[in-house]
């Protein structure tokens, strides 16, 4: 199996196709994504974890700012920092090397890839996903990574590697 067909089969998305649809912007709702990407409703835990997974099936960042977006209206909600976390993650080794697959908190699957690249903002790791959305990488997921990085003596940064591609994961 080729690079490139392994790292398309290891993506598990159960995104809509909201990039088909162009509903009407209905304003603001009062739902929240809190910095440890829990999801409320006026302010009250959604605790139904199917529920959660759906609006996440039709959510999207546009321009900086989080939308649930459905084929008859678009709403806008609030995203503390990021909307979903890499929770998980596994090393795929096959004959032509091995591929991180991540998996958020809503069960989706990207290998880490540089269609999915490993990002450092103000020290946190995210991961880029589709539909300007980014995942903020667990602080478990963090150190594990952490344990298998290697130094890269000229930037002086620890980096790990996916595929063909090196992420760095911090500087020393």
């Not at 909201?18 to 409320?40: S, V």
């Not at 990085?149 to 500087?171: K, N, P, R, V, Y």
């Amino acid at each position: 199996m080729q690079l490139q067909q392994l790292l398309k089969s290891l993506e598990l998305r159960n995104h809509a196709p909201t990039e088909q649809w162009d509903p009407q912007y209905c304003g603001e709702i009062p739902l929240h994504i809190d910095a440890n990407g829990k999801w409320f409703y006026q302010n009250s835990p959604i605790g139904r974890e199917r529920l959660v997974k759906l609006f996440a099936s039709v959510l999207v960042c546009e321009n900086g700012e989080h939308f649930l977006v459905t084929p008859v209206e678009k709403v806008k909600i609030s995203v503390a920092d990021a909307p979903l976390l890499i929770v998980a993650w596994q090393q795929i080794n096959n004959e032509q090397g091995s591929v991180i697959q991540v998996t958020t908190n809503v069960d989706t699957q990207y290998p880490l890839s540089d269609d999915y690249p490993l990002l450092v903002k103000d020290q946190v790791p995210y991961v880029q996903l589709d539909h300007g959305l980014l995942a903020k990488v667990a602080r478990t997921v963090y150190y594990q990574w952490a344990e298998l990085a290697t130094l890269d003596e000229a930037s002086q940064t620890l980096q790990i590697t996916s595929g063909d591609c090196a992420f760095t994961l911090g500087h020393l």
